[in-house]
């Protein structure tokens, strides 16, 4: 998981009640260069692939898409403590999951381990890339070992 939106119902209907959904509409009618222009103001680490990337698809979100936010939503820690397989969490420091709530989920599971990734906001992926992918292998090289046999030493 990375950064997922786990957040409480407190600011589940602060979301909801928000005018996030205006704001996405207002967007569209700006158009692609100054969405461009927009979000390189606001993240300027990205390339420029990968924003042209992101506005392409804001562009291509339907309203609907804001249904999800309508309150309430499963509750994250009721899903994190049924799980039963390895869980990697992954969040930034500016991001949406606190470092005091994945330290909390490790608590209630502990299959989950998480991953602090430094200057990186909830678009850990754009931000972060090399961190992202080096964090996935750490997580995943013990798991393929044991699913091949291979011994594995940390």
């Known amino acids: 998981m990375v950064d997922p939106t786990f957040i409480s ?6 979301v909801f009640e928000s005018d996030i959904a205006e704001e996405h509409q207002r967007s569209m009618a700006l158009g ?5 222009a927009q979000a390189r103001l606001r993240h300027p680490s990205p390339s420029a692939e990968i924003l042209e990337c992101l506005v392409d698809a804001r562009l291509q979100t339907s309203m609907s898409a804001f249904e999800v936010l309508t309150p309430p939503n499963p509750d994250y820690r009721e899903l994190i403590q049924s799980m039963h397989a390895p869980i990697l969490l ?3 420091d500016k991001g949406g999951v606190s470092l005091d709530t994945a330290r909390e989920l490790r ?7 998480y991953e602090l990734i430094p200057d990186a906001g ?6 972060q890339p090399e ?3 080096a964090a996935m292998s750490s997580f995943l090289r013990p798991i393929s070992a ?3 046999g ?3 030493v940390d």
């Open 90 to 92: 992954v969040i930034g």
């Open 146 to 148: 044991l699913r091949t």
């Open 150 to 152: 291979a011994a594995f």
């Open 32 to 36: 692609r260069a100054d969405l461009l």
């Open 131 to 133: 961190r992202l992918g």
């Open 9 to 14: 119902p407190e600011w589940q209907r602060e």
């Open 107 to 113: 608590e209630l599971n502990p299959l989950l381990r």
């Open 122 to 127: 909830h678009g850990v992926p754009y931000d």
